[in-house]
């Protein structure tokens, strides 16, 4: 299973590439690695096995962060109903796009963490409010889907990182608090 230390850090250049494309069909490396991805959210969302493997808890990674340079993203976004055990959006998503978006845009309240990043970051990051994606599911079938809110903000986190891009590069360095006009705050909904 994959731990924290297989998660690599700010610092590291892969963080910085731009990930190759991923050729279908996947090889069994590639497929286990998937998997493996979106069981560590939720292993990591599993407060005991969070507890046992010490794993922070998380909706999104990249294989970036895990040192493979290849466009390939697991999302494990659980639901924010009380009573409610489907996730908002939980998939594997190879060679992700974003084909159109709202002008739109939000935020997360608290800004936004990371698996990479071993420090708080104060600031906003403006994000678009919907997005349309196209994606190949592991089984090699075309997936599209709209999102808003909070799962569109994680995936544009987790497609960022496979462009190179960190959260606090989208952060108004002279200005981390300034909302832009017409952006709406999300309550973040960790703790
Ligand atoms: C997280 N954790 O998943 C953050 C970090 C906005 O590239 O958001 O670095 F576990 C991926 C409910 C709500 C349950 C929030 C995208 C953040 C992506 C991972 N946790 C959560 C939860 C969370 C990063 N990442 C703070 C670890
Ligand atoms: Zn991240």
């Known amino acids: 299973m994959l731990t924290m230390t297989d998660v ?21 490396d590639e497929k286990k690695l998937a998997y493996d991805m979106l069981e560590f959210l ?28 290849k466009r390939m993203i697991a999302v494990h976004v659980p639901s924010d109903l009380p009573d409610e055990t489907e996730p908002q959006f939980s998939d594997i998503l190879i060679n992700p796009k974003i084909i159109s978006h709202s002008v739109k845009q939000t935020c997360l309240s608290e800004g936004e963490g ?5 420090r708080e970051v104060e600031g906003y990051v403006p994000r678009n409010k ?22 569109a903000i994680v995936v544009q986190h987790e497609i960022d990182h496979l462009n190179g891009i960190m959260f606090f590069d989208r952060i108004d360095p002279d200005n981390p608090m300034a909302l832009p006009k017409d952006l709406e705050v999300l309550g973040y909904e960790e703790d």
Not at 45 to 68: F, S, W
Not at 130 to 146: A, C, K, L
């Open 130 to 151: 919907r997005i349309r994606i196209e994606y190949v599911d592991t089984e090699g079938n075309r997936q599209s889907r709209r999102l808003k809110d909070f799962p």
């Open 8 to 28: 690599i850090r700010e610092g590291h250049p892969t963080l910085r590439k731009v990930a190759d494309p991923l050729i279908l069909p996947l090889t069994d």
């Open 42 to 69: 939720k292993n990591s969302q599993d407060a005991e096995t969070a507890e046992k493997y010490d794993l922070r808890p998380g909706v999104g990674i990249a294989a970036p962060q895990l040192n493979v340079s």
């Open 114 to 118: 990371c698996l990479s990043v071993d």
